[in-house]
């Protein structure tokens, strides 16, 4: 294989000389050609989200009664739109262009799921205002099977003379709780809610109430020390 000659143009390298590197021109080139895109908008070009919730004939009423202040802080503080549906009977709740958090149509919805099921709407309207809330819902069926004067005095237990019992398992654990027939639901934090489970679940099957009370309020004092 013959070797190359040099035309002489070329700088000689000796050793120990530093090693030069040169950018290339094709890496200089796209360098420039990226594009400077300007920062977008959460709220643009969002796709309108729809939330249909179903109202029960029994809160037809209060319903009717509470409506302005059910639709105050989802149309002023939400910025959502919102209606009630004679034909489903439903309120039907979208967001609007002007809506700039994301889940602020799953916020009214559970909302007025809440107002639904029974709480007040000065309870249901924590959903709003805090993240860590939940509303959870059972049976006494699921607790035990009880057929009936054996299920209405479970649900008496649970109540208690003039709500009594109701109002201190909500006082001890922070919750606010809705016994509406045979379904039981509870709205609160994570935390708070299995304790108000638990101590509606020993009344249910049974346990004296005074029992339930000492265990109840144990664990609610410990969960007040860890926060």
């Known amino acids: 294989m013959p070797k190359r000659k040099s035309d002489g143009t070329a700088p000689k390298i000796k050793a120990g000389d530093p090693v030069r590197r040169e950018e290339r021109a094709e890496n200089v080139a796209d ?23 179903r109202v029960p004939a029994h809160r037809y009423t209060p319903l009717r009664k509470s409506w302005p202040t059910i639709v105050t802080p989802l149309v ?9 549906n004679p034909r489903t009977r439903s309120v039907e709740i979208r967001s609007s262009p002007a809506t700039g958090d994301k889940g602020a149509v799953q916020k009214g919805a559970d909302f007025v799921a809440a107002f639904a099921l029974g709480f007040e709407v000065a309870d249901a309207l924590a959903l709003l205002r805090l993240e860590d809330l939940f509303v959870d819902s059972f049976e006494v069926k699921d607790v035990k099977i009880l057929r009936g004067d054996h299920l209405s005095r479970a649900v008496g237990r649970v109540a208690g003379a003039d709500g009594k019992t109701r109002f201190a398992i909500e006082n001890a654990t922070r919750t606010r709780i809705v016994v509406a027939n045979t379904h039981i639901h509870i709205l609160g934090s994570a935390s708070n809610i299995k304790v108000a489970r638990d101590a509606i679940c020993d009344l249910i099957i049974g346990a004296p109430p005074g029992k339930v009370y000492n265990r109840m309020r144990t664990v609610a004092k410990r969960l007040q020390s860890r926060l």
């Open 76 to 84: 002023e503080q939400l910025k959502l739109q919102v209606r009630f």
């Open 31 to 53: 360098v420039q050609a990226v594009p400077d895109f300007a920062a977008l908008d959460a709220g643009a070009d969002a796709p309108i989200e729809y939330r249909k919730v």
